[in-house]
């Protein structure tokens, strides 16, 4: 149930899905309230411009990046944990990956991987697909890995873990094959908080490895901070979605 929910709320909470639902509101509330109605309207437009823009998108998502901003390469390690998000699941064929914009994921696990040849790669993440799927970012990434260079024997895949929770508990468990404690973890810097909140909650610790950071310092001066756009939109439709998942997480007593 608690899958099922942390995967629908987030569309009734995106910025886009309160827009909207504030201007249908402000229709209804037209003739029966002028006042309400133009209120409502103008928080909508607001809202809409706001998180559609650089300054928007930059407030909400650097309290969550900042403490993970210019990571140190690391040195040694055991194991190297990288979470799903690199991959466009459903464009994505075996020999034809469509990445996104969480590509860096992929990317810096294979540049770790040369510099700590010892240390085993766990592709974490099967299918948050609430209508089911047989493919899994896990296993196409480890294909990928592999027609790149990287030694297959080094390769773990958690193909079952559907959301970081499940990353976590699915990690913990295939290090118990490997021995290993000393861990590297690589996923998106707004991502990184909860991701290592749930890893310490089953009893991990580990190094992290930010990357894919959206957040762009402004300037104050700078007038293109406040020009909205369609990406700037999605930022902070990824930062909202993470402080809900923040919320929803410690209520459960995932982290």
Not at 7 to 36: C, D, F, H, M, Q
Not at 195 to 221: F, I
Request: net charge positive.
């Amino acid at each position: 149930m608690f899958f099922v929910l942390s995967k629908t709320i987030g569309y009734l909470t995106y910025p886009l899905s309160l827009v909207l639902l504030a201007l249908l509101a402000s229709g209804w509330l037209r003739k029966r309230n002028e006042v309400r109605s133009r209120r409502l309207f103008w928080l909508g437009f607001g809202l809409l411009w706001l998180l559609s823009t650089p300054l928007g998108a930059y407030l909400l998502l650097d309290p969550l990046e900042r403490p993970y901003l210019h990571p140190a390469m690391p040195t040694q390690a055991d194991a190297i944990v990288t979470l799903g998000g690199s991959l466009n699941l459903a464009s994505s064929e075996p020999g034809r990956l469509e990445y996104q914009d969480a590509a860096d994921r992929f990317i810096y696990t294979l540049k770790l991987a040369r510099r700590l040849p010892h240390a085993v790669v766990i592709f974490s993440g099967g299918t948050a697909d609430l209508l089911g799927g047989k493919k899994t970012e896990a296993t196409l990434l480890k294909g990928e890995a592999v027609e790149l260079g990287l030694d297959p024997a080094r390769i773990f895949v958690d193909d079952r873990s559907r959301n970081t929770r499940e990353n976590a508990v699915e990690t913990k468990r295939m290090l118990a094959q490997t021995h290993g404690t000393r861990l590297v973890l690589i996923t998106s810097a707004f991502h990184m908080r909860r991701s290592l909140a749930c890893l310490r909650k089953v009893g991990l610790g580990a190094t992290p490895y930010a990357v894919d950071v959206r957040g762009q310092a402004v300037g104050r001066l700078d007038p293109r901070a406040l020009v909205p756009s369609v990406n700037c939109l999605a930022d902070s439709s990824a930062a909202v979605r993470e402080y809900i998942g923040l919320v929803m997480y410690r209520l459960q007593g995932y982290v």
